[in-house]
C-alpha cells in the first residue's frame, strides 16, 4: 500500500488549508483511513478518522474547524482544516489504518 499525502504549507492564522492522501494497492473502499499530525517535540497524535461508511470521529482540539472525507472513486481522503491555528503546526501523516500503511507526511505551518 502507498500512500501520497499533499497540500500542506504555510497559512495565516484563521485560514484554511486542505488535504489530500492518494491511496494506491489496497481496496481502499473498504479500509479505515486517519490523519495524525506531529508537532515538534511531541508524541504523534491522532486527528481523524473515517470509517469505510464514512463515519468520521475528530481529536477534541480539531472539532468543529476540521473536516475528513473520503472520495472512493479517487482512493483519495482529504482533511480540510479551517480557522487554523499556531497550535496546529506539525506535520501531517495520513494512515490506512486497516493496511497499517503511513504516508510521507506533509508539513503545516500556521503563523503570521
Known amino acids: 500500500v502507498q500512500l501520497q499525502a499533499s497540500g500542506g504549507g504555510l497559512v495565516q492564522p484563521g485560514g484554511s488549508l486542505r488535504l489530500s492522501c492518494a491511496a494506491s494497492?489496497?481496496?481502499?473502499?473498504?479500509?479505515?483511513m486517519d490523519w495524525y499530525r506531529q508537532a515538534p517535540g511531541k508524541q504523534r497524535e491522532l486527528v481523524a478518522f473515517i470509517t469505510s461508511r464514512g463515519s468520521t470521529n475528530y481529536a477534541d482540539s480539531v472539532k468543529g474547524r476540521f473536516t475528513i472525507s473520503r472520495d472512493n472513486d479517487k482512493n483519495t481522503v482529504y482533511l480540510q482544516m479551517n480557522s487554523l491555528k499556531p497550535e496546529d503546526t506539525a506535520v501531517y501523516y495520513c494512515?490506512?489504518?486497516?493496511?497499517?500503511?503511513w504516508g510521507q507526511g506533509t508539513q503545516v505551518t500556521v503563523s503570521s
Open positions: 494497492g489496497s481496496i481502499f473502499s473498504t479500509n479505515i
Open positions: 494512515r490506512d489504518r486497516t493496511a497499517n500503511s
